[in-house]
């Protein structure tokens, strides 16, 4: 149910779960030290207990109450935050396990979306927030979208209309010599490497070496799925010269000027921007799907995002997930 701002901190201060807005998805927001309301997301979530979450705080201050913040982290916290950057680093004795999957690190970041940011100044702990959906469905850019995936069983939420940015935060490991980005996102590794002068390596090179180590579970490949089978094509190119395109599909591309292009295609066609900017596409890729999912369509044909650009490739890397099931 849409909520007041005070009632869901009283929700929090009791230990039980509230929505809350962010500036990249939707919240589902618990008290980040108390291992009985953290359980409470992973339940609620159907969240595997092997996968951590991520704590949300005011400031680099309290990031040092949970965290041992080294010289890297205090720069990039400094230039990045407020902002969707998350941080991997030793946690403190007082972070639960289950918060963390057992793991002797932890993610954390602070967000800029205002309300969220009034929501944890007034409270005196830390927010465990992972994505408001059901594990493994795409994340939710507005209140509707939560509130259609839990049903009866959502939080109260405090509704801030769509989100600004649509993707989750960028997550950077700091806790091993080799800086590595776990997900990409609107913080790019080009931007981190200026700000540190130091190389930072992206997830295609990390994909492999993280799935070995099982360090970071939420970057398992099938992730952020709509219910409607997706197939994965590289390019428009390639869409557009696949065989099996059948009247009740929906082909999804991302800039409206291609659309002419699938003109001849049996099936419709939408697209994710007017002209292909990229702020746009990650702005409404995750409730087009969700929007989209509802209409039964037999399938959906998603296209990779052609530009050389590191939102391109954070986009992407949702597209890629999206379609795994399927591919
Ligand atoms: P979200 O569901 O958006 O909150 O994302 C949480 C993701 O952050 C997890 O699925 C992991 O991939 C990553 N993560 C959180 N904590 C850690 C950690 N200690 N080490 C590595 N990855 C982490
Ligand atoms: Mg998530």
Not at 203 to 209: G, K, P, S, T
């Amino acid at each position: 149910m849409i909520s007041s701002f005070a009632h869901c901190k009283e929700q929090l201060e009791d230990g039980n779960l509230a929505i809350l807005p962010t500036e990249t998805v939707y919240g589902l927001a618990a008290n980040g030290i108390d291992p009985i309301a953290v359980k409470k997301i992973f339940s609620l979530k159907g969240r595997p207990p092997t996968n951590p979450v991520i704590l949300h705080v005011s400031n680099i201050k309290d990031a040092c109450k949970y965290t041992f913040i080294d010289e890297n982290a205090e720069k990039l916290a400094q230039h990045f935050w407020p902002g969707p950057l998350t941080l991997i680093l030793k946690k403190r004795d007082i972070v639960p396990e289950v918060a963390t999957a057992g793991l002797s690190t932890v993610g954390i970041r602070s967000p800029s979306n205002a309300v969220f940011r009034k929501m944890l100044t007034s409270l005196s702990f830390p927010l465990a927030a992972p994505s408001a959906n059901p594990s493994n469905r795409t994340s939710p850019t507005s209140a509707s979208q939560v509130l259609e995936m839990f049903g009866d069983l959502c939080p109260p939420i405090m509704d801030d209309g769509p989100t600004e940015l649509g993707i989750e935060s960028t997550i950077l490991n700091l806790s091993s010599k080799k800086l590595s980005i776990l997900r990409p996102g609107h913080i790019s590794a080009a931007s981190i490497e200026k700000c540190l002068g130091v190389p930072v390596s992206t997830c295609i090179e990390l994909h492999e070496e993280h799935s070995k180590l099982k360090k970071s579970p939420g970057t398992s490949k099938v992730h952020y799925a709509p219910k409607t089978p997706s197939i994965l094509h590289k390019s428009v190119k390639d869409c557009l010269e696949y065989k099996n395109i059948t009247p009740n599909d929906l082909i999804i591309i991302h800039s409206s000027r291609d659309i002419e292009k699938f003109d001849r295609l049996p099936c419709k066609t939408i697209a994710l921007s007017k002209n292909g900017n990229l702020n746009e596409i990650a702005r409404s890729l995750f409730g087009k799907l969700h929007d989209f999912d509802k209409l039964h369509y037999n399938q959906f044909h998603l296209c990779l995002n052609e530009l050389k650009d590191d939102l391109a490739y954070a986009i992407n890397d949702r597209i890629r997930r999206a379609c795994a099931k399927n591919s």
